[in-house]
């Protein structure tokens, strides 16, 4: 492909049914040029049954399937781009729907791209019940409106892409594999900047425990603190969380444990208050903002308890896995911005 607009979708999934209303949204979206392939990529590990493909509508003869048996988002999103041909690779969440003018106003980021631009970021919008206020996943999702480079909606040269060795599959979640790459590209010499294209993205159905799951993430943070330095979360436009207050309630806890078998009932009773306190702090921060219902505060009260701890673990966790973590290395000779794939050596 020669057409500096030329353009490819990659979107990963794991089989949700959310994906038929990605397709469907991105066959819709059909005022302006519409993608050269979307590369769906199946990261399911035991695939059962087929993908609803048939979404894709107009598309569908456009659509390509890769199959990479349960490797992680960036090991997907990584087999797609190296498959493509075009200029440039889009990436889309399968949870996400583009809106319908998103093609022409892609095309317009596209155009406006100089040569030293090597990725646009699309706005996301995250829709909230407008009858109650929102919930801690709720706001949590939300918060992506935020995000910086987030590849929801994120398009790279995929010259760029090449150079840098494109997403680094050590995250095997869905959790700074995006940030990273933005880190390298930059590092690389090229510039990004968000787009005026506008991506919807829905509130994903979710259990109570969900918070507790997103805890895993803590490990991530010390292989970013590893390959990028511990300014990463600054120049990744990153919001800080909240380990330091966790780390201090988790040390109070076990030092009221601790105390308390060893009989030092006053040092005991001092360590226990700190870590209610704590707690109470914790939860009381996300329930306040919230609807406040008996289930979401019954759930807020009880995760608040388990998540300091876990957030820890999996803090130490990382510490030990990523100890001798290095980052990827971008080729020794760059190709020149916007040059076409395959140009480097």
């Known amino acids: 492909m020669t057409d500096p607009l030329t353009y490819s979708v990659v979107i990963p999934t794991i089989g949700r049914p959310c994906l038929a209303d990605c397709l ?113 996943w709720e706001r949590g999702t939300a918060g992506l409106e935020q995000a910086a480079w987030a590849t929801a909606d994120m398009a790279y040269r995929t010259v760029a892409l090449a150079q840098v060795g494109g997403f ?16 390298r590209v930059r590092d690389a010499g090229w510039r ?35 390959l990028h330095g511990r300014d990463w979360w600054t120049r990744a436009e990153a919001p800080r969380g909240r380990l330091r207050r966790h780390t201090l309630v988790t040390a109070a806890a076990l030092t009221a444990l601790t105390c308390a078998l060893t009989g030092r009932r006053a040092a005991a009773g001092v360590a226990g208050a700190v870590w209610a306190l704590g707690t109470a702090e914790f939860a009381l921060a996300r329930i306040g903002p919230g609807p406040r219902t008996r289930r979401e505060t019954a759930t807020m009260v009880t995760t608040s308890v388990v998540i300091p701890p876990l957030a820890v673990r999996h803090w130490l966790h990382g510490l030990v896995r990523h100890r001798r973590a290095t980052r990827l290395e971008s080729l020794p000779e760059a190709p020149a ?9």
């Open 24 to 136: 469907r949204a991105l066959a819709q979206a059909g005022d302006g040029p519409p993608p050269h392939e979307v590369v769906v990529v199946d990261d399911r590990p035991e695939p059962v049954g087929e993908l609803p493909l048939h979404a894709a509508g107009a598309l569908l003869d456009r659509v390509r399937t890769l199959r990479t048996g349960g490797r992680g988002p960036a090991a997907a999103r990584n087999a797609g781009w190296r498959s493509v041909t075009t200029r440039w690779t889009v990436f889309l969440d399968d949870d996400v729907q583009v809106l319908p003018d998103w093609s022409r106003r892609l095309s317009d980021d596209l155009a406006a791209a100089g040569a030293a631009t090597g990725g646009i970021q699309g706005r996301l919008t995250v829709p909230l019940p407008e009858d109650r206020r929102p919930t801690d």
């Open 192 to 226: 990004l900047r968000r787009g005026r294209r506008t991506t919807r993205h829905p509130v994903r159905p979710a259990d109570r425990w969900v918070s507790v799951r997103a805890q895993r993430g803590n490990a991530d943070d010390v292989l970013m603190t590893r």
């Open 168 to 183: 680094d599959e050590r995250f095997r979640r869905a959790f700074r594999e995006d940030a990273d790459l933005a880190l």
């Open 337 to 345: 911005p916007g040059a076409p794939p395959g140009s480097a050596p």
